[in-house]
T-cell receptor
Framework: SQKIEQNSEALNIQEGKTATLTCNYT??????LQWYRQDPGRGPVFLLL?????KEKRKERLKVTFDTTLKQSLFHITASQPADSATYLC????????????FGKGTRLSVIA | GAVVSQHPSRVICKSGTSVKIECRSL??????MFWYRQFPKQSLMLMAT?????????EQGVEKDKFLINHASLTLSTLTVTSAHPEDSSFYIC?????????????FGPGTRLTVL
């Protein structure tokens, strides 16, 4: 069965450092991989989407890589700020049709001032 | 980005009652919406896929007679939890895809916190 693992349940880093979150998957060949941010008591908010033929994508302080050979995505937040503290979810997407996203359990990031 | 709303944001009900949750796409049409459930410190678990004008597709283990889904229009899907019990207490989140511009982003509602006493 499909399995998505986000390497750690919680990650604490110092303000200004780069946070790196990992998402690994098995038994799946996603066309897209997406990253979301979720704050307590809120729905997830879309951050970035990367396609299977893309190696890297950037958006402001965010960077996502996608290695379909390793079946892994890395999510980086550079110059992290306390406001970046949240749970980050990776999600796999089958195709451009109507298949639902499959989510990992998320990594709770805490940026300490 | 596209906006998805949910109503109510929070509901407390007695065991045995039914609760309806609405999900609306505010500035785009969504032929497909998804309903998720999330327990504390857990991931989002897909309950069903809601297709406009047709029956919903439920995930394994989700009782279709207990969780009634209606997708009456391109901007509205409803989830009704029938005869709710305390174990149904959870955070329910809907989402919809916005395919404009060739994107495949999925936008989520703010969620509905259901507490069954």
């Amino acid at each position: 069965s499909q399995k998505i693992e986000q390497n750690s349940e919680a990650l604490n880093i110092q303000e200004g450092k780069t946070a790196t979150l990992t998402c690994n998957y098995t038994n799946y060949s996603p066309a897209y991989l997406q990253w979301y941010r979720q704050d307590p008591g809120r729905g997830p908010v879309f951050l970035l989407l990367i396609r299977e033929n893309e190696k890297e994508k950037r958006k402001e302080r965010l960077k996502v890589t996608f290695d379909t050979t390793l079946k892994q995505s890395l999510f980086h937040i550079t110059a992290s700020q306390p406001a970046d503290s949240a749970t980050y979810l990776c999600a796999l997407d089958g195709d451009s049709g109507n298949t639902p996203l499959v989510f990992g359990k998320g990594t709770r990031l805490s940026v300490i001032a | 980005g596209a906006v998805v709303s949910q109503h109510p944001s929070r509901v407390i009900c007695k065991s045995g009652t039914s609760v309806k949750i609405e999900c609306r796409s505010l500035d785009f049409q969504a032929t497909t919406m998804f309903w998720y459930r999330q327990f504390p410190k857990q991931s989002l678990m897909l309950m069903a896929t809601s297709n406009e004008g047709s029956k919903a597709t439920y995930e394994q283990g989700v009782e279709k007679d207990k969780f009634l889904i209606n997708h009456a229009s391109l901007t509205l899907s409803t989830l009704t939890v029938t005869s709710a019990h305390p174990e149904d207490s959870s955070f329910y989140i809907c989402s919809a895809r916005d395919k404009r511009g060739g994107l495949n982003e999925q936008f989520f509602g703010p969620g509905t916190r259901l507490t069954v006493l």
